[in-house]
């Protein structure tokens, strides 16, 4: 019998809503995910997921409006933290439905129900119901959420900040985050200063192939800012927080792709490579190289 593989997968909130419309859900797309997952999971009956995901146009643009992410004390800040739990559990529920309809047995753990953070970090979460859930074949779902904070009073935890805590404590092997872009890129929509023979295969040539702590320092200055609300801090944040990760553990391996191709999210739960990886040194892909020349 083989090993079992721990997987996190994040369906980001710019694939499964349109973050341009206020409460506006792509329910195709996450019917579509849901069908993936499940035909993965049937193809790799040692293929053990967490999923996350985002809150896309149903938690951030509510959260922009109140600034829940700083933190405050009065009555129409909890009025707003209340808002934007509601958005988020709204969302929450449309993934869940999705994943059960197509067999997977799932269950939410909303960091708003068991997570206190000091200053953004999570301080403490009991996650043996997380464990126990990985342990008898189910799915745990969790999600960017609000939290109480012990500093701020309350404030906003992405998804990726659930992952880096749960990564440290359930050594995952992978973390794969679908999204809307096909992977990192040097500077959406374009850099200033390369020149591209063919605008057609301009996003091609802009994908970072690979990032490691060795080269991020040089790639970050050229790391795109989100197109719409992102109260999380967008790519850079995350790719950062996943830098983070890597160094803790080296043999984790993170790939951000887009999950708007059909198959592609189901190829990356088949162990497919697609767009970004995000990878210690010693297990990145060799001979990376920039647009303008190598890392």
């Known amino acids: 019998m083989h090993d079992s593989r721990l997987v996190f997968l994040k369906l980001g909130g710019s694939l499964i809503t349109d973050k341009t419309k206020s409460m506006t859900p792509h329910l195709e797309v996450i019917r579509r995910l849901a069908d993936e997952i499940a035909s993965a999971g049937h193809q790799n009956p040692n293929l053990r997921l967490l999923i996350g995901h985002g809150s896309g146009s149903f938690g951030h643009a509510v959260a922009n409006q109140y600034q829940t992410q700083s933190g405050g004390t009065d009555p129409t800040y909890w009025q707003g933290f209340a808002e934007v739990w509601s958005a988020a559990r709204a969302l929450n529920q449309m993934v869940i439905n999705a994943l059960t309809q197509t067999g997977v047995a799932v269950m939410a753990f909303p960091p708003s129900a068991g ?27 969790v ?6 904070d012990e500093k701020l009073g309350g404030t906003i935890l992405s998804t990726e900040a659930v992952f880096q805590y749960l990564a440290r404590l359930l050594k995952p092997q992978e973390i794969l985050i679908a999204g809307l872009e096909e992977g990192v890129y040097w500077d959406y929509p374009i850099h200033p200063d390369l020149d591209y023979p063919d605008p057609d295969k301009q996003k091609q040539v802009d994908i970072i192939p690979c990032i490691t702590p060795n080269n991020f320092n040089k790639i970050r200055p050229g790391l795109a800012s989100s197109q719409a609300v992102d109260v999380t801090g967008g790519m850079l944040a995350k790719v950062e ?42 297990n990145a892909v060799q001979g990376t190289q920039s647009p303008g020349g190598s890392l």
């Not at 999600?143 to 109480?148: A, C, E, M, R, S």
């Not at 803790?248 to 739960?269: C, M, R, T, Y």
């Open 241 to 282: 927080l996943m830098i983070n990760l890597i160094k803790e553990n080296p043999d984790l391996k993170v790939h951000i792709f887009s999950g708007v191709q059909p198959k592609n999210l189901q190829k990356a739960l088949n162990g497919e490579s697609l767009g970004t990886l995000i990878a210690n040194s010693d």
């Open 143 to 148: 999600q960017g959420d609000v939290t109480f």
């Open 115 to 141: 997570v206190i953070t000091h200053h953004h970090s999570i301080k403490s979460w009991d996650i043996g119901p997380i464990q126990r859930a990985l342990s008898h074949g189910l799915t745990p779902i």
